[in-house]
């Protein structure tokens, strides 16, 4: 079965600062994708950022991006200057290629921006 | 489109009563999710289902719960008995399988509270 592990229960970072989020994952497939979701306190599940398995190029969204590790197993996510709407839980997940079943959880990060 | 719409956004409820949870997915969409929300267990996949028909179980916790697709723009859970610990935000996905790249979207949330 697939696992995946958000060691950083919270994180903090100052306003227009650079954080870091890290997610490993386990799995046997060659093809899937992993995700990055905001869940504000609103609790809607907002998707920030994919990466498709078999792209070696990291993905970028504005001031998002991914530093994406294949072998390692790792996915973690780069928040470049660092707005007080970010403040969010963000959770890593893993979906097999195609959609083929759902998507597993690692058990998120609590972002707090300090102004 | 108005993206996934779930109902009630709010359930409260006594123990041993019947709980329905409402879903309509995005239309034109072929598969439907539902992952359940709680500060233990985190985000976890409780049933999926692919052209209305219910292909993984595996998540849903024990008999209590049952989860029916009767078309495409509709789903249902339904808890009986409802119980304390069944308390949680219950979301529900679609997503349009073989999209390439491939997302799936999430509803606001039922919280559900059982008392």
């Known amino acids: 079965a697939q696992t995946v592990t958000q060691s950083q229960p919270e994180m903090s970072v100052q306003e227009a600062e650079t954080v870091t989020l890290s997610c490993t994952y386990d799995?046997?497939?060659?093809?899937?994708?992993l995700f990055w979701y905001k869940q504000p306190p609103s609790r809607q599940m907002i998707l920030v950022i994919r990466?498709?398995?078999?792209?070696?190029q990291n993905a970028t969204e504005n001031r998002f991006s991914v530093n994406f590790q294949k072998a390692a197993k790792s996915f973690s996510l780069k928040i470049s200057d660092s707005q007080l709407g970010d403040a969010a839980m963000y959770f890593c997940?893993?979906?097999?290629?195609?959609?083929?079943?759902?998507?597993?959880f690692g058990k998120g990060t609590h972002l707090i921006i300090q102004p | 489109d108005a993206g996934v719409i779930q109902s009630p956004r709010h359930e409260v409820t006594e123990m041993g009563q019947e709980v329905t949870l409402r879903c309509k997915p995005i239309?034109?969409?072929?598969?439907l999710f539902w992952y359940r929300q709680t500060m233990m267990r985190g985000l976890e996949l409780l049933i999926y289902?692919?052209?209305?028909?219910?292909?993984?179980d595996s998540g849903m916790p024990e008999d209590r719960f049952s989860a029916k697709m009767p078309n495409a723009s509709f789903s249902t859970l339904k808890i009986q008995p409802s119980e304390p610990r069944d308390s949680a935000v219950y979301f529900c996905?679609?997503?349009?399988?073989?999209?390439?790249?491939?997302?799936?979207?999430f509803g606001p949330g039922t919280r559900l509270t059982v008392t």
């Open positions: 799995t046997s497939e060659s093809d899937y994708y």
């Open positions: 996905a679609s997503s349009l399988r073989g999209q390439i790249p491939y997302e799936q979207y």
């Open positions: 990466q498709e398995a078999y792209k070696q």
């Open positions: 239309s034109g969409h072929n598969s």
């Open positions: 997940a893993y979906n097999r290629g195609g959609g083929a079943d759902g998507l597993t």
């Open positions: 289902f692919n052209n209305n028909v219910p292909i993984d």
